[in-house]
């Protein structure tokens, strides 16, 4: 058998530097032949402690991952991160790389389990909301009155970002701490609320921690008012909305594709389901395309990807999906086959018109692959006069169905016998 590279061993070293290590932590960096790290970590390594060479990470980071480790693959490596490696660290990117396997994970506090004890926050009860390599616009989704949240700052500049954001949001009224150099001989804390943040920059190791007070409430759950939504009327209306994301069903990890995006509003509140959830907004037109993409900013989903092209051309070489929504251009020649096709087994369906031409379309594929055919139809009560009688929105006809793991066989019936559709795979 082959002989098995070393393995390479991750430090979680704090602002405290190498007096705060552990005996286990200083034992590995002294044994080690090269430490890579970035450069404000690799300067808290005394030289006459550690002997080995010192490699800073390069920028971009991700990319230039495999190839550094590659360099020194037959050496004994330690990687320094700050804190605990496996938590928003470059531990994650290290198992994705090489394998869980191949590392040796020595954890520091993170700078979270720092901030809760100095807050006297539990840390079971406070959110943390990553700003490193992340749109400031991430923050909005965590937003909630009377909420506690610790925020990962990215440079000196973001406690002044953050309170900016949280004053535009109608959130002025919160309370920020900046918890700078937490765990070090350089540890400070600055107070002050969100609106009128009174402190300039500080230092760039620091962790915002956030009091929300009142403010505006924004539900969790699908379905929010029509008018979060930047639109030009091709928005689909909240009710259905609730009902079409009931059945697309978001899990965490799953990606969707929302065809014929619109304002984006399927794919923003796919995305709004869990913070691990994907979504991919197709949409052919540039100008409804932009606006997508501050819909999904101005309701903390700025990760939504947007693409702007013609279904079903637009749609190749996209990744596999777990579920795909069309809220529009299902009579383009060809983009239900598309869409069905890219499917695994095990995807999801759901396609929503109000035309008799898509209509017929979607009978169609119902008789054909099953699954669930229904009408959505939503009455708002308005005035008549010194009355109020019933306004009736369009009916939207709509189709899901999950993809079988074989072809489902359609019934051809004899002359004379109605039309059945084909055994139903359960739907969604």
């Not at 406690?159 to 900016?164: I, L, Y």
């Not at 954001?165 to 400070?188: F, I, W």
């Not at 230092?203 to 539900?219: F, K, M, Q, W, Y």
Request: charged letters at 20%; one cysteine or more; hydrophobic letters at 45%.
């Amino acid at each position: 058998m082959p002989e098995l590279p070393p393995p390479i061993t991750v430090v979680g070293i704090g602002a405290d530097g190498w007096p705060g290590l552990a005996g286990t932590s200083r034992a590995a960096l002294r044994t080690a032949e090269v430490v890579i790290g970035g450069p404000r970590q690799l300067a808290l390594l005394p030289a006459d402690e550690v002997a080995a060479e010192r490699v800073p990470w390069p920028s971009p980071l991700r990319p230039a991952v495999p190839g550094l480790l590659a360099e020194h693959a037959s050496r004994a490596v330690a990687v320094l991160a700050s804190g605990d490696p496996m938590f928003y660290g470059i531990g994650r990117t290290l198992a994705e790389t090489v394998g869980a396997e191949r590392l040796r994970v020595l954890p520091h506090p993170s700078s979270v389990s720092y901030a809760c004890a100095r807050l006297g926050w539990p840390l079971e009860a406070t959110e943390v909301v990553s700003l490193v390599g992340r749109p400031l616009d991430t923050l909005t989704l965590a937003l909630h009155p009377g909420r506690r949240l610790l925020v990962l700052s990215s440079d000196a500049a973001t406690p002044a970002a953050v309170a900016g954001l949280l004053t535009a949001r109608g959130h002025g009224a919160a309370r920020l701490s900046v918890l700078e150099q937490l765990g070090g001989p350089g540890e400070r804390r600055l107070d002050g609320p969100a609106d009128g943040w009174p402190h300039p920059a500080g230092d760039p190791l620091n962790v915002i921690a956030v009091e929300l007070a009142d403010g505006p409430r924004t539900s969790l759950v699908p379905g929010l008012p029509d008018d979060s939504y930047e639109s030009d009327g091709q928005l689909t209306k909240r009710h259905v909305r609730a009902a079409t994301l009931a059945t697309l069903a978001p899990a965490p990890g799953e990606l969707l594709w929302d065809v014929g995006g619109g304002s984006g509003s399927i794919a923003v509140e796919w995305l709004r389901a869990h913070r691990d959830c994907q979504a991919v907004s197709i949409e052919r037109d540039a100008v409804r395309a932009g606006r997508i993409a501050r819909n999904a900013a101005a309701l903390g989903v700025p990760r939504l990807r947007v693409v702007t092209g013609p279904a079903p051309a637009a749609l190749a070489g996209l990744p596999t999906p777990d579920a795909v929504f069309i809220g529009g251009g299902l009579t383009a020649p060809g983009l239900l086959d598309a869409c069905w096709a890219a499917l695994p087994p095990g995807g999801r369906l759901v396609a929503n018109t109000v035309t008799l031409e898509s209509e017929a379309l979607l009978t169609e594929w119902y008789r054909r692959h099953g699954g669930e055919l229904l009408r959505l139809s939503v009455a708002h009560a308005v005035p008549v006069g010194g009355f109020t009688g019933w306004r009736q929105a369009m009916p939207v006809t709509q189709w899901s169905a999950v993809k079988p793991a074989r072809p489902a066989v359609e019934h051809v019936p004899p002359a004379g016998e109605p039309a059945q559709p084909a055994a139903k795979p359960s739907a969604v």
